[in-house]
């Protein structure tokens, strides 16, 4: 089995600065990529940020400059670091990653359960 958790959401006022975390565990072999996505009410969900395990990013253009994501390979964890916060950012956001299991040939997709991030006054 593998399992991601995600943490770190809240409330946050405009131009503020929040730090959500994704933590892998379970039989994993390896893992080829993680990434962060949201979904605000009524749209759908977007990717965010992702990040491969060579260090190699890519955001939306929406979030580019204000956004920063990173990983510790040694702990299977990816972070999102946000900073000026728009009211605009508010979703839930999810964790994926691109993980390959212990025994198995081919990498899968999994998806944590999300966490609520809400910038608002």
């Known amino acids: 089995q593998v399992q991601l958790v995600e943490s770190g959401g809240g409330l946050v006022q405009p131009g503020g600065s929040l730090r959500v975390s994704c933590a892998a565990s379970g039989t994993i072999s390896s893992i080829y990529l993680m990434g962060w996505y949201r979904q605000a009410p009524g749209k759908q969900r977007e990717l965010v940020a992702i990040?491969?395990?060579?260090?190699?990013?890519s955001y939306h253009d929406s979030v580019k400059g204000r956004f920063t994501i990173s990983s510790d390979n040694v702990k299977n964890t990816v972070y999102l670091q946000m900073d000026s916060l728009k009211p605009e950012d508010t979703a839930v956001y999810y964790c994926?990653?691109?993980?390959?299991?212990?025994?198995?040939?081919?990498?899968?997709?999994?998806w944590g359960q999300g966490t609520q991030v809400t910038v608002s006054s």
């Open positions: 994926k990653a691109d993980i390959k299991r212990r025994g198995q040939i081919n990498a899968y997709d999994y």
């Open positions: 990040i491969t395990n060579s260090g190699r990013t």
